[in-house]
């Protein structure tokens, strides 16, 4: 039986909202880990601290699906949509009961607002907010020092934990994703390549690889390579009487940038990327990862469903959609690279223009 929960999240001590539209209750939790016990969907806001990231892997874990309002830009719409009935019922629209109450009225009337948290996005999300923390202290760190100011030590120190935090990710790529080194191969890229593998991993996880294989379309709608047209500016603005703004993944779109840079120096020595350049890149790597997620078909094509985290995986197989138990394997799905990371060579440096591109 599926029993489903809305989540309004909070920041720090503050307990976390939670709403059972079947019970009609409102109540509250510290840990997002207790919801398991009793519900098995869990509908969360676009707002997710790094301290939820340990509760909502172990919630996971335990077989619980968990999806986040992927549109939180129409938010304000949404509240006023309901502000009568959100006064009526808390005495003001603005409440964190009210919240958790819009999100279940949105999945009743727009479950595609709603995006899965994948088992690999509760392991490497943690990994990747680190990882752009850490690179953005690391440049302003050179802009200081460019300013004359001494920090050659905090740089030195800042540049050996980027690089710790990198090679982390890199490692639990070759142990979780499938296939990766093989993609990386493809691509051009070797272990030495620490800096282009970790965000290899990251493009990746934003794409949803492996549990879907995204069209060219919908990447660039992701990453922000697309140009509006005139027609469909002046609509939005008419309609909302807002700025018209392209919204993307900027997180996503770095990724590729640091990608298609290290890629390109290795081909050609050019530097910096156009975005015709990411273009040619995004299309390459999508191409690659259909011969991974096509089915057996007249055109050989291969399955590569093993995953550690035995969650199915969505393939396609002559054109029909159908799922693989990842947990019991594939014939045809080879054995993840192994290479422990002890035995990788970090002789790739980096400058501030190859990763800071937020």
Known sequence: ?????????????????????????????????????????VYIDNTIFPRMW?????????????????????????REKYA???????????????????????RDEVPKAFAEITPLDAVFKPLLI????????????????????????EIRDCEERLME??????????EKIPGFMEIAEELGLNSNDINALSALAGLLIYLRWP??????????????LYKPAREEVRRFEERSGEKYGKRYSRYARRYLVLLTATILRKERNAFPPKAKDEKRMLRRLLSILRTYGDGADAGG?????????GRPIRCSDGGVVKTVDAAKGCPDAPSPDTT???????????TVKEFEFS
């Open 130 to 153: 680190k990882e752009r923390a850490l690179a953005r202290q690391l440049m302003r760190l050179q802009q200081m020092l460019e300013l004359g100011i001494d920090f050659e030590e």
């Open 165 to 174: 935090v990198r090679g982390e990710i890199v490692e639990n790529a070759m």
């Open 211 to 224: 549990y879907e294989v995204s069209s060219f379309h919908r990447a660039k709608r992701l990453l922000g």
């Open 54 to 78: 340990p509760q909502l892997k172990a919630l996971i874990d335990d077989g619980a699906r968990i999806f986040y309002f992927a549109k939180p830009w129409t938010w304000r719409r949404w």
């Open 340 to 350: 422990p990371f002890s035995s990788l060579n970090f002789t790739h440096h980096f």
């Open 1 to 41: 039986m599926v029993r489903r929960v809305y989540v309004d999240t909070a920041w720090n001590s503050k307990p976390h909202t939670c709403y059972d539209p079947a019970e009609d209750r409102f109540f509250e939790v510290e840990d997002l880990a207790e919801l398991a016990e009793k519900y098995n969907k």
């Open 84 to 106: 009568k009935e959100l006064k009526k019922r808390f005495g003001r629209k603005k409440t964190d009961y009210g919240d958790a109450y819009i999100l279940s009225r949105i």
């Open 301 to 309: 094509g291969r399955i590569k469903a093993l995953m550690s985290c």
